[in-house]
């Protein structure tokens, strides 16, 4: 079975400094999407990035990246130029493209903004 | 497109008392998925119906049921509520044959007493 594993309960981050979540999967499968999700303190989650498998190309949206290492079975974000509005809880998630198989969350990372 | 929505946002509960959790997946999306979300469990995998057809289901006791009707709308129901399942329930919808992405609804909070 698929796990996610965010190793990081907790990270902080100056404000405007860069930081970077670490999320490792563990999976036989070669085609899936991965996922980081940002879930700020009693605010609704909303998806934040994805990574299709296959693609080589790591995927960035503004100020978020991510590290797609497929062997290494490793998929980071990066945040650069931290605001005080990326404090959240960060969770990485993992879904084959192959079966209807459900998501596959890690436990979350806690992200702390110092102004 | 409106959101996934889910209603009621607020609940309380006693003990014994029996539950039923509304959501609306975003027009199109067929797959809805059920999540618990507590402190100290994270985010706990419930079920997920597609066409109304339950088409996984996570490790949770009997007690913790649900369906989806052909607008693709889903209930979950909780019955004989226990202390323990206080927590905020999470809905998510998502579009087949895309990235499989998962759209988040706002979550209803459940309160047992």
């Known amino acids: 079975a698929q796990t996610v594993t965010q190793s990081q309960p907790e990270m902080s981050v100056q404000e405007a400094e860069t930081v970077t979540l670490s999320c490792t999967y563990d999976?036989?499968?070669?085609?899936?999407?991965l996922f980081w999700y940002k879930q700020p303190p009693s605010r609704q989650m909303i998806l934040v990035i994805r990574?299709?498998?296959?693609?080589?190309q790591n995927a960035t949206e503004n100020r978020f990246s991510v590290n797609f290492q497929k062997a290494a079975k490793s998929f980071s974000l990066k945040i650069s130029d931290s605001q005080l509005g990326d404090a959240a809880m960060y969770f990485c998630?993992?879904?084959?493209?192959?079966?209807?198989?459900?998501?596959?969350f890690g436990a979350g990372t806690r992200l702390t903004v110092k102004p | 497109k409106a959101g996934v929505t889910q209603t009621p946002r607020y609940l309380i509960k006693t003990r014994g008392q029996q539950v039923t959790l509304s959501c609306s997946p975003i027009?199109?999306?067929?797959?809805v998925s059920w999540y618990q979300q507590t402190p100290g469990q994270g985010l706990q995998f419930l079920f997920e119906?597609?066409?109304?057809?339950?088409?996984n289901k996570g490790n949770f006791p009997g007690r913790f049921s649900g369906r989806q009707f052909s607008n693709s709308r889903s209930e979950m129901n909780v019955s004989t509520l226990e202390l323990g399942d206080s927590a905020l329930y999470l809905c998510?919808?998502?579009?087949?044959?895309?990235?499989?992405?998962?759209?988040f609804g706002p979550g209803t909070r459940l309160l047992v007493l």
């Open positions: 119906y597609f066409s109304e057809t339950q088409r």
């Open positions: 999976t036989s499968e070669s085609d899936y999407y």
């Open positions: 027009s199109g999306h067929r797959s």
């Open positions: 998510a919808s998502s579009l087949e044959g895309g990235d499989l992405a998962q759209y």
């Open positions: 998630a993992y879904r084959s493209a192959y079966n209807n198989n459900d998501m596959r």
């Open positions: 990574q299709e498998a296959y693609k080589q």
